[in-house]
């Protein structure tokens, strides 16, 4: 679900490369910890799955922080995902 989400909202309007925008590296943080946390869940030790994870639940925390909308209920699905999957990933790592 992580992996469609980033595809849908992240890498099918990946800004042009601009290092100055907050945006290009929040695209680029998505893209890089959906690898990293469907990487790590195929490794023997969950210490990739934590790390992606808790930097996948933060994420949409500091964006909620930095640009808090007006009306949050229409924005506020859009980084539920997010967090809920790193919030979950980050407390059970890879275990069954």
Same mark, same amino acid.
């Given at each position: 679900?992580?992996?469609?989400? @980033?595809?849908?909202?992240?890498?099918? &309007? =990946? !800004?042009?490369?601009?290092? *100055? &925008?907050?945006?290009?590296?929040?695209?680029?943080?998505?893209?890089?910890?959906?690898?990293?946390?469907? @990487?790590?869940?195929? %490794?023997? *030790?969950?210490?990739?799955?934590? =790390? &992606?994870?808790?930097?996948?639940?933060?994420?949409?925390?500091?964006?909620?922080?930095?640009?808090?909308?007006?009306?949050?209920?229409?924005?506020? %699905? %859009?980084?539920?995902? !997010?967090?809920?999957? $790193?919030?979950?990933?980050?407390?059970? $790592?890879?275990?069954?």
């Amino acid at each position: 679900m992580l992996v469609w989400f @980033v595809y849908v909202n992240y890498v099918q &309007s =990946f !800004p042009g490369i601009d290092l *100055k &925008s907050f945006g290009f590296y929040v695209h680029v943080c998505y893209v890089l910890l959906a690898c990293l946390l469907l @990487v790590g869940g195929f %490794l023997q *030790k969950p210490a990739l799955t934590v =790390f &992606s994870g808790l930097l996948l639940f933060i994420l949409p925390i500091v964006q909620l922080i930095r640009s808090f909308p007006e009306n949050p209920g229409e924005v506020l %699905l %859009l980084y539920l995902i !997010p967090l809920s999957v $790193g919030f979950y990933f980050f407390t059970n $790592g890879n275990n069954n």
